[in-house]
């Protein structure tokens, strides 16, 4: 395999996990085609650790917002034999609930986001992902 193959391979997991957050059912089998088993989930907020309870975590997560829209940059892939580490940003905006009488702006936030990936039997998966907040504005959820 190229090198550049490689690179598109492992970034597309990123971009796989980013429109997955807005877009695609988050069941196990998402999971299993992006993390491996030993997988840790850093944010600013919380973390997670391991591949059980990863889509509990998400949707706990994503449950607080009425909708969300996560826009990426494309990751820069170093790949070391069947090790990996990628870098990109991300913008993330998360639409409130709304309650009557009530108007809040959106909760829009700049992340800096780092990870891992291993090459394991099933293929590339993400082993670790990573989020530093650059920025925010609006409110957080309530």
Same mark, same amino acid.
């Given at each position: 395999?190229?090198?550049?193959?490689?690179?598109?391979?492992?970034?597309?997991?990123?971009?796989?996990?980013?429109?997955?957050?807005?877009?695609?059912?988050?069941?196990?089998?998402?999971?299993?085609?992006?993390?491996?088993?030993?997988?840790?989930?850093?944010?600013? $907020?919380?973390? %997670?650790?391991?591949?059980? &309870?990863?889509?509990?975590? @998400?949707?706990?997560?994503?449950?607080?917002?009425? =909708?969300?829209?996560?826009?990426?940059?494309?990751?820069?892939?170093?790949?070391?034999?069947?090790?990996?580490?990628?870098?990109?940003?991300?913008?993330? $905006?998360?639409? %409130?609930?709304?309650?009557? &009488?009530?108007?809040?702006? @959106?909760?829009?936030?700049?992340?800096?986001?780092? =990870?891992?990936?291993?090459?394991?039997?099933?293929?590339?998966?993400?082993?670790?992902?990573?989020?530093?907040?650059?920025?925010?504005?609006?409110?957080?959820?309530?």
């Amino acid at each position: 395999m190229k090198t550049s193959h490689l690179d598109a391979e492992i970034s597309s997991l990123l971009d796989r996990y980013v429109l997955g957050l807005d877009y695609d059912k988050l069941d196990d089998e998402w999971a299993s085609g992006l993390f491996s088993e030993d997988v840790l989930i850093e944010f600013p $907020v919380s973390r %997670h650790a391991g591949i059980d &309870g990863l889509v509990e975590y @998400h949707q706990k997560a994503l449950a607080m917002w009425d =909708g969300t829209h996560h826009q990426n940059t494309p990751a820069i892939v170093s790949i070391t034999a069947d090790r990996a580490t990628l870098r990109a940003n991300m913008t993330s $905006v998360h639409m %409130h609930h709304q309650r009557e &009488g009530e108007a809040l702006p @959106h909760y829009v936030s700049g992340t800096y986001i780092t =990870g891992d990936a291993v090459y394991t039997e099933h293929g590339w998966r993400l082993s670790r992902l990573s989020f530093e907040l650059i920025w925010k504005t609006g409110n957080p959820p309530n």
